[in-house]
């Protein structure tokens, strides 16, 4: 089993930022990739970006391309969102996952990962 815990969330006005962290624990061994999802209220659950844990590609959804950057740090087992000009669409709360090979070659389907974390609600507004 991995325990997947998300912190950093909170209030941002639109053009802020916001660092999200993902600390896992457990079984991690088993990890291939790691990533982001979120949800807003009445929409499903998306992909954002994802990492790969051992070779540190990355992969983005278009919405984000440029303005979110995922880092991993292995000695930590810890994961980062960094997002940077935010807006008003990117309102949601935002789900750490993790998965072995076959959450990388879905592309990182949500229904592929193995582990979620509990969510970090995620609010920019003025």
């Known amino acids: 089993q991995v325990q997947l815990v998300e912190s950093g969330g909170g209030l941002v006005q639109p053009g802020g930022s916001l660092r999200l962290s993902c600390a896992a624990s457990?079984?991690?061994?088993?990890?291939?990739?790691m990533g982001w999802f979120r949800q807003a209220p009445g929409k499903e659950r998306e992909f954002v970006a994802a990492?790969?844990?051992?070779?540190?590609?990355?992969y983005y959804a278009d919405s984000v391309k440029g303005r979110f950057t995922i880092s991993r740090d292995i000695a930590k087992n810890t994961v980062y969102l960094q997002m940077n000009s935010l807006k008003a669409d990117d309102t949601a709360v935002y789900y750490c996952?993790?998965?072995?090979?076959?959450?990388?070659?879905?592309?990182?389907?949500?229904?592929?990962?193995?582990?979620w974390g509990k969510g970090t609600l995620v609010t920019v507004s003025s």
């Open positions: 996952a993790a998965g072995g090979l076959r959450f990388h070659t879905t592309g990182y389907s949500p229904t592929a990962a193995d582990y």
């Open positions: 457990g079984r991690t061994s088993s990890n291939y990739a």
């Open positions: 990492i790969t844990w051992g070779g540190g590609r990355t």
